[in-house]
């Protein structure tokens, strides 16, 4: 394994883990735009990642997939062999194992460890090197399990029952992760969606998810304001504040979001409710995952690498900051 | 009702932009929690507690002793506050001794208050065991009495106007004659008690308050049959209020000051409540603000230093006398019973303003060149119309006060930078803004930035002040608390589109720090317009 301009490059395989540069081969640990990209030759990923990579047309005719369900074993020639495992981070979310001359590193991509009712549990790897993230790497970041947060909503919506809860979440995961916990937690009226969140929703339900009834905002008279009074609106989190949030009664901007952990990065979205949901690993599962891997090395590619470094040869890790350059600014996802 | 809910509460005004949400929301807070709760929950969002539940550097020491100093270091500069970093990063007691229910918000401020040192201690690691980030949060804020919720007092007491169904100004009276928890303002707004009698309770009374002149409107207003005119003495703004034997001295934001100055309060043996300027008597003679200074914030002068420095009340107004009240009177008429009142009072600690003769605008610039001459003495002019009632607040055209020159600002602090040299620990360089409405909100712009004009003492009291009012970091500069005000002096200031207030001051200098005055009562960006002679 190297770094190389594009991202991680396997030289025995002769491929890049998640490049953001088009290669001719590549492996694609999930479908999030830091990590998924246009105009690879050839690309291997989980069946799902293929298809979430289809709807977002990052892959062309000419590209060759090869769809690698959890835990099938695949030749990527030059010895090494591929397989993925679960990484619980959205749907399709893989960690991607390289095994080669008996060793293996594995590339975790992104991942959490707390439940998600709308992809597989995270899976422990036992390795020699682990590559991770370390988007929330700080002991400040310890997130509430999701059912909290989501009673924090409810209990907004009963005290302010005229307002129309505007909620910020990403398309892909976050949007349909939200959607399945409200359902749990018994919130029965339709959602009103924006038309961003609706390909990869349905796509969702072709993998047997079950939001209940939703509704494109698009499609109710605009005149019915009072429509979605005390409901639930879900839109890309750019659009809270947005024009487009103009034609609801009283809207409540709500952003669903692991930073909304942080009372000044709230205030600075101009949420006026934060619902802590995050799709990464927190501060202890970070570590405890890399402990829970056996692994004598560990790569750290992107988010606080000063503080995971640290805490890690605290622990007798051997860690190493990569500073991917140009992953830091686009890890919103 | 468990202290969940005060948290709950908390974070719902934080997050609420609107001030009508804000206000629903206590209200509705108010009326479903029981007391004496929800007085204690006023009194955190209203600044009225009056004493720290725990010390902030307990809670520094126990983050200290369970978290790795540089991860705590990181994370704290990475949040950029110390309560939020510990509410969100505390590390669990190996042994965490588990609470059934949280207790109630009253039961932890009694805890608090009965034990001693060590029990308070292990009380708050318990609690902070037992709590969700939000609520360590509300428990840090509340203990530490560092609760910025973006409520202001006016605010609170409108909301309080409204539950009981009177005018605001009901409340601002109120206000200063009751204590926490509040049991008998509930009781009243419940409609279960008459409203609290406080013709009892010795209380500050809200003081009236003037504006800047504007020499190009307002001159013409003036003569000497409509408005009188008075030195505005460079001490500092009081009430001197006594009833039934007790005395107490409030600064103009209300707080109790008479602990600094026993000697005048010795002196009060009236029912009566004073308005003046309260300076130092030196040798005999009124004293500068740098003489009075030495007498400000000390808790317990010492015999000595109030020989040297005795204190001395120059009566502007009178409020009221024996229960009766003379704020509906003119000027006029309350200056006649304030000359009789103060005749019959030592002139050793109290002298009357004196009105100065005057017949043409002329004369008040001459008089105004006068108090400029007067090496600090005098701060300029005060020029009051006569018929005029004492209005709480800042009434238009009631009172102007006409500043000698230099020209100078009260500016908020917004940043700070450290200094170099000898002064590179220090935070030296300071950033100050004025009011400016900003899309409809007031919001504070950045006018200019001052190194100096301070003595090292100050510069301790500063840097110390700014550690402790930190908001957030970029780089160097260090964003703090918008609560401190400067007098800032400067020479001559002129447009500048390279500034985002759109002015730049020549030779800006600090000559005051303002302990005393409140922050929103800093000058508006408007006054810029006034000094440059747009
Ligand atoms: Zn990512
Ligand atoms: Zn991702």
């Known amino acids: 394994m190297e770094i190389r301009e594009g991202g991680f490059y396997c030289v025995p395989a002769e491929c890049y883990v998640d490049p953001m540069v088009p290669v001719t081969r590549a492996v694609v640990t999930h479908g999030h735009a830091d990590h998924a990209s246009r105009g690879h030759g050839r690309v291997w990923a989980t069946p799902e990642t293929i298809d979430i990579m289809r709807t977002r047309n990052y892959v062309a005719d000419e590209t060759q997939t090869t769809g690698l369900p959890y835990g099938q074993r695949h030749d990527l020639g030059g010895g090494v062999t591929l397989w993925f495992a679960s990484a619980g981070h959205i749907l399709g979310s893989a960690q991607a194992v390289f095994e080669y001359q008996g060793q293996r590193i594995v590339a975790a991509g992104d991942f959490k460890r707390h439940p998600d009712p709308t992809c597989a549990p995270f899976e422990v790897v036992p390795c020699d090197v682990f590559i991770t993230e370390a988007t929330f790497a700080l002991p400040v970041f310890q997130h509430p399990p999701l059912e909290d947060e989501v009673e924090k909503l409810m209990r907004s919506m009963r005290t302010l029952p005229d307002r129309t809860h505007i909620v910020g979440v990403y398309a892909l995961g976050k949007c349909q992760r939200v959607m399945k916990t409200l359902r749990l937690a018994g919130y029965e009226h339709p959602f009103y969606i924006h038309g961003a969140l609706k390909r990869l929703t349905e796509l969702y339900e072709s993998y047997g998810q079950d939001f209940g009834v939703w509704q494109l905002v698009s499609e109710i008279d605009r005149n019915d304001k009072d429509r979605f009074r005390g409901k639930i609106v879900l839109c890309p989190p750019a659009q809270i504040n947005d024009r487009w949030s103009r034609r609801f009664a009283d809207p409540l901007p709500t952003v669903a979001s692991g930073w909304m952990q942080i009372r000044a990065r709230a205030r600075q979205k101009r949420a006026e409710l934060g619902l802590v949901v995050s799709d990464h690993a927190d501060w202890n599962d970070l570590l405890r995952t890399c402990r829970e891997t056996g692994a004598g090395m560990v790569w750290i590619t992107h988010g606080r690498v000063e503080a995971l470094e640290y805490a890690l040869k605290k622990e007798g890790i051997n860690a190493k900051g990569l500073h991917l350059i140009g992953i830091e600014e686009a890890a919103g996802e | 009702m468990s202290f969940a809910a005060f948290a709950d509460l908390l974070d719902d005004l934080y997050f609420t932009n609107s001030t009508l949400a804000k206000e629903a929301i206590l209200s509705d807070y108010l009326r479903r929690t029981p007391d004496p709760d929800r007085g204690w929950a006023l009194a955190a969002i209203g600044g009225t507690l009056s004493f720290d539940l725990f010390k902030r550097n307990l809670v520094k020491t126990l983050m200290e002793e369970r978290m790795d100093p540089y991860l705590f270091q990181l994370s704290r500069h990475y949040v950029g506050e110390l309560s939020e970093t510990v509410a969100l990063a505390w590390p669990q007691s190996s ?440």
């Not at chain 2, 965490?96 to 034990?115: A, C, G, M, Q, S």
């Not at chain 2, 809200?206 to 460079?234: F, G, N, Q, Y």
């Not at chain 2, 400000?296 to 009240?325: Q, T």
């Open chain 2, 95 to 534: 042994e965490p001794v588990r609470l059934n229910r949280l207790p109630d918000l009253h039961e932890v401020i009694d805890e608090f208050t009965r034990r001693d040192k060590p029990g308070i201690r292990a009380y708050l690691v318990t609690l902070l065991d037992n709590m969700s980030p939000p609520q360590r949060w509300a428990l840090l804020k509340l203990g530490t009495r560092g609760l910025r919720i973006g409520m202001s007092a006016r605010t609170v007491k409108k909301t309080l106007a409204n539950m009981a169904g009177v005018d605001v100004g009901v409340l601002e009276k109120l206000w200063h004659g009751i204590t926490p928890p509040y049991t008998s303002l509930f009781a009243w707004i419940d409609g279960n008690a008459e409203m609290p009698d406080i013709s009892n309770v010795l209380t500050y009374s809200p003081v009236m308050l003037s504006h800047p002149i504007d020499e190009a409107a307002d001159l013409d207003r003036l003569s000497p049959e409509t408005h009188h005119a008075e030195w505005k003495w460079d001490g500092i703004r009081v009430q001197v209020a006594g009833m039934n034997g007790e005395a107490r001295i409030y600064s103009r934001t209300g707080d109790d000051i008479s602990h600094s100055f026993p000697d005048l309060a010795a002196t009060v043996n009236w029912d009566a409540v004073i308005d003046g300027e309260l300076l130092v008597r030196p040798d005999g003679q009124i004293g500068s603000f740098n003489d009075l200074q030495q007498r400000l914030g000390k808790k317990k002068p010492s015999g000595a230093l109030m020989k040297r420095l005795p204190a001395h009340l120059i009566a502007y107004d009178i409020i009221s006398e024996n229960g009766v009240s003379f704020r509906d009177q003119t000027l006029d008429a309350r200056r006649k019973t304030l000359e009789a009142f103060i005749a019959e009072r030592h002139p050793d600690h109290y002298t009357i303003s004196e009105i100065l003769e005057w017949t043409t605008v002329d004369d008040l610039r001459g008089l105004r060149q006068e108090a400029a001459d007067s090496e600090g003495l005098k701060e300029g002019l005060m020029v009051k119309r006569r018929d005029t009632p004492y209005v709480s607040g800042r009434p238009k055209h009631a009172w102007y006060k006409w500043k000698r020159d230099p020209f100078l600002l009260d500016a908020v602090l917004m940043y700070a930078q450290r200094g170099t040299g000898k002064r590179s620990s220090y935070y030296s360089d300071y950033t100050f803004g004025l009011w400016a409405n900003v899309e409809g909100e007031a919001k504070l712009l950045p006018i200019g930035k001052a190194y100096f004009g301070f003595t090292d003492e100050e510069l301790k009291q500063l840097d110390s002040w700014i550690r402790n009012h930190k908001v957030a970091r970029y780089g160097p500069v260090q964003e703090v608390d918008k609560e401190l005000v400067f007098e800032v002096a400067f020479d001559s200031a002129h447009e500048s589109p390279r500034h985002k207030s759109g002015y730049a001051l020549r030779f800006p200098r600090i000559s005051r720090i303002r302990w005393d005055k409140p922050a929103h009562e800093a000058d508006r960006l408007e006054i810029m317009d006034t000094l440059i002679g747009k």
